[in-house]
T-cell receptor, first 115, second 112 residues
């Protein structure tokens, strides 16, 4: 099956811990994105990558880090510097960044809760 | 001014009615416009995209774009209870490769 997978589905973290959220796609998409969604809010962009070994900060990158060592994978690390990490995290990918018809498709999401 | 604004909800319509969802955007150079549907606890799924002025129809859904007014809307005809969800408007600006700007969403409830 082609698609975007995120793991784990639910994640609990103690304060002060770093955690890494996984995002994998087998769609051969060039671009990948990480968003955060808080209750009643839209999606806010954390980081995005258009090519392997390159990524750009989005609007709320502080307290997060990413890597793009493989085209298929774009893991997100939530560090202890992120003050309010409890949220729904969504990974997306698209085939051709920069084309007006370029469409983002989303994975199922990871719900992170800080205890 | 926010990049993308949607009409505040929640919106409640009876089954069989037309639901109208509205979205305005701030960047006049925006090129691409998307409507996503998000069920509670789930991830967004694409339902419509539109790139040029006018209407685009797909089944019970019609997207309308007016670039002069910087306005995009989604009409859902013959609304069904299964249409009850949050609808997110997303816009791609002309100057930003790849990334989308999302509105906060409008929660729609279709009651039987």
């Amino acid at each position: 099956d082609g698609g975007i997978t995120q793991s784990p589905k639910y994640l609990f973290r103690k304060e002060g811990q770093n955690v890494t959220l996984s995002c994998e796609q087998n769609l051969n998409h060039d671009a990948m994105y990480w968003y955060r969604q808080d209750p009643g809010q839209g999606l806010r962009l954390i980081y995005y990558s258009q090519i392997v070994n390159d990524f750009q900060k989005g609007d709320i990158a502080e307290g997060y880090s990413v890597s793009r060592e493989k085209k298929e994978s774009f893991p997100l690390t939530v560090t202890s510097a992120q003050k309010n990490p409890t949220a729904f995290y969504l990974c997306a990918s698209s085939i051709l960044a920069g084309d007006p018809t370029d469409t983002q498709y989303f994975g199922p999401g990871t719900r992170l809760t800080v205890l | 001014q926010k990049e993308v604004e949607q009409n505040s909800g929640p919106l409640s319509v009876p089954e069989g009615a037309i639901a109208s969802l509205n979205c305005t955007y701030s960047d006049r150079g925006s090129q691409s416009f998307f409507w996503y549907r998000q069920y509670s606890g789930k991830s967004p799924e694409l339902i419509m995209s539109i790139y040029s002025n006018g209407d685009k129809e797909d089944g019970r859904f019609t997207a309308q774009l007016n670039k002069a007014s910087q306005y995009v809307s989604l009409l859902i005809r013959d609304s069904q209870p299964s249409d009850s969800a949050t609808y997110l408007c997303a816009v791609r600006r002309g100057s930003t490769l790849g990334r989308l700007y999302f509105g906060r969403g409008t929660q729609l409830t279709v009651w039987p």
